[in-house]
């Protein structure tokens, strides 16, 4: 007959800590509760008839909008392929969304809610008061949990946010384009959209706090808008180009990247005229490659892609509230000498 402590040994772990997984008892991180319940599993321990609660595999729901964009799509590959689904018993059903349609993000999540039966929700929210109020709808009349990622609703009721600290990354970009054009000359900040996404807005505000703050002499000109369109974001950098000598920076909160690269590439200003953007994927290494970027700002999409996951089975299983409900990614910089293999991944 297995004992508890066998499994311990088993897992390297004591047999308190074992006995927390199998009764469901606090004091113990959810990976490492599946982990041994699955040890116990395949050593014959548990049984479905003992303890059919600990088999229950829970619905969760994702709903992504902006999927056209590099960041979203690791992001979807990341949920598809959950890197501890084989020891969390849960189901993870996608939604993804290519604009940022308020009324096609609602539909999205009332689909996962009416037929799918979610358990329940990580969300990238729209920043719309419809969207938190359908996040206090699950919540206090449907009783499913909800975890925000990458933008956040903070006066939502949801149980966790996972994400960045825009305002922080905005700063971040600040600081990097005010220190490569040595703190004069005129920067043209380039929007993804002007509704709808927290992080456009969010991002700008840090960065153009922060070039006031620390970079009195760069003058920052009006924003523009590319309505998530990279050949609008193109003619927009021309136009800049063309009325304003001075021009010596761009900063992108989102999209766009690809049509502003083109513009520097066709009047050759690659490497003059200095650009920061967010979001680390393929493409804008690539960019830094060419010598058309100066600075990625990175936001850990590997913690937004797995922990939103694992604080909601941890909640629905153990009716445990998240600690620390906000849950800070860490901001990374890439530039040209700190790219490494797995980068390119």
């Known amino acids: 007959m297995v004992t508890m402590q066998q499994i311990a040994d088993a897992c390297g772990v004591s047999r308190g800590t074992v006995d927390r997984a199998l009764h469901g008892k606090p004091g113990i991180r959810p990976e490492v509760a599946a982990r041994v319940r699955e040890t ?53 059903i996608l939604r993804t969304m290519d604009g940022v349609d308020i009324h096609h993000q609602l539909a999205l999540i009332d689909e996962l809610v009416e037929i799918e039966q979610i358990d329940g929700l990580a969300l990238m929210p729209l920043a719309n008061t419809q969207i938190r109020e359908k996040i206090n709808e699950l919540s206090e009349q449907h009783g499913i949990p909800v975890v925000t990622l990458n933008t956040d609703i903070s006066d939502a009721n949801r149980i966790a946010y996972v994400g960045p600290d825009n305002l922080a990354s905005g700063r971040s970009a600040a600081a990097m384009l005010g220190l490569v054009m040595g703190g004069t000359g005129h920067v043209l900040p380039i929007t993804g959209q002007r509704s709808g996404h927290y992080a456009d807005s969010q991002r700008l505000t840090g960065f153009t706090a922060e070039l006031s703050d620390s970079f009195p002499e760069i003058q920052i000109l009006h ?123």
Not at 65 to 82: D, I
Not at 284 to 292: A, P
Request: proline share 5%; glycine share 6%; hydrophobic share 40%.
């Open 223 to 345: 924003p523009e808008c590319c309505f998530l369109d990279s050949q609008l974001s193109e003619r927009i950098a021309l136009r800049a180009m063309e009325a304003d000598p001075e021009l010596t920076g761009i900063y992108l909160t989102s999209v766009g990247r690809s049509g502003v690269c083109e513009a520097l590439r066709k009047t050759g200003n690659a490497g003059k005229i200095h650009v920061v953007i967010h979001d680390i994927t393929r493409a804008s290494i690539d960019m830094i490659r060419n010598g058309t970027v100066d600075f990625i700002i990175g936001q850990d999409v590997q913690t937004q892609g797995s922990r939103p996951i694992h604080l909601l089975y941890d909640y629905l299983t153990n009716h445990r509230m998240p600690d620390p409900r906000i849950q800070i990614t860490d901001i990374s910089i890439k530039f040209r000498c700190n790219l490494t293999d797995a980068d390119f991944l």
């Open 40 to 92: 116990a599993r395949e050593m014959g321990y548990i049984s479905t008839r003992l303890i059919p609660s600990m088999l229950k595999t829970w619905r969760i729901g994702v709903v992504l909008h902006s999927a056209t964009s590099g960041f979203v799509q690791r992001l979807c590959t990341l949920f598809e392929n959950f890197p501890d689904k084989e020891l969390l018993p849960v189901k993870i």
